[in-house]
């Protein structure tokens, strides 16, 4: 069964720190997708990236980074040089293969990393 | 303009009444989907659509129904609404595109939901 482990339940940095916020899946699936949103605490959830199965180059978005490894199952994020907006609720999620819709696939979501950037 | 609308933000209700909440968009995206969020337990699948004519049950779907109006409009009823209910409800939608392709979903603002 498809599965989204983040083990880290609650993060807390000073700002400038650099932190990583963990993430393993288990799959099936030869092709599947990757993702991660950001919930901060106005509530709303914000798409950050998608990552397919067959491209493992690290993703580097400003201060944002991904670090995707097939061979341990895992898609790390980093933020580098944290500042307080980055204090958020951090979602990891996996696209899973639904039987019943064909190739459309639903998401399979991890339980979130609470981030708390400190001044 | 927010791509993704849910209406009403905030609800407070009592046990048993009947409670619908709405969701519009206007990213043109055929799917679309309901979610419930409770602390701890992360987001959960209520309901989903691919397109208006196809409706499926998500991960936890009893004591929910849907309707998908219009391909922009998909709403969320509690028929009979129990405390165990309160919760944050995300709509979202996202684009089919390519076969075999996921492409990520776009949450509307949530709707704080209270049953009392």
């Known amino acids: 069964a498809q599965k989204v482990t983040q083990a880290q339940t609650e993060i807390s940095v000073v700002e400038k720190e650099d932190v990583t916020l963990d993430c393993v899946y288990e799959t099936r699936d030869t092709t599947y997708y990757l993702f991660w949103y950001k919930q901060p605490p106005s509530g709303e959830l914000v798409f950050l990236i998608r990552?397919?199965?067959?491209d493992e180059q690290n993703e580097i978005s400003g201060r944002y980074s991904w670090n995707f490894q097939k061979s341990t199952s895992s898609f790390n994020f980093t933020i580098t040089a944290s500042q307080v907006v980055d204090s958020a609720v951090y979602f990891c999620a996996l696209s899973e293969l639904s039987p019943r819709a064909g190739n459309n696939r639903k998401l399979i979501w991890g339980l979130g990393t609470s981030l708390a950037v400190n001044p | 303009d927010a791509d993704v609308t849910q209406t009403p933000r905030n609800r407070i209700t009592k046990t048993g009444k009947r409670i619908m909440l709405e969701c519009s968009q206007t990213?043109?995206?055929?799917?679309m989907y309901w979610y419930r969020q409770d602390p701890g337990l992360g987001l959960r699948l209520i309901y989903y659509?691919?397109?208006?004519?196809?409706?499926n049950k998500g991960e936890i779907s009893d004591g929910y129904s849907v309707s998908r109006q219009a391909q922009a409009k998909f709403s969320l009823s509690l028929e009979s609404a129990i405390p165990n209910q309160t919760a944050l409800y995300f709509c979202?939608?996202?684009?089919?595109?390519?076969?075999?392709?996921?492409?990520?979903?776009?949450f509307g603002p949530g709707t704080r939901l209270t049953v009392l």
């Open positions: 659509s691919f397109d208006v004519k196809d409706i």
């Open positions: 990552r397919n199965s067959f």
């Open positions: 979202a939608t996202s684009d089919s595109l390519q076969q075999g392709s996921y492409n990520e979903q776009f």
């Open positions: 990213k043109g995206h055929d799917r």
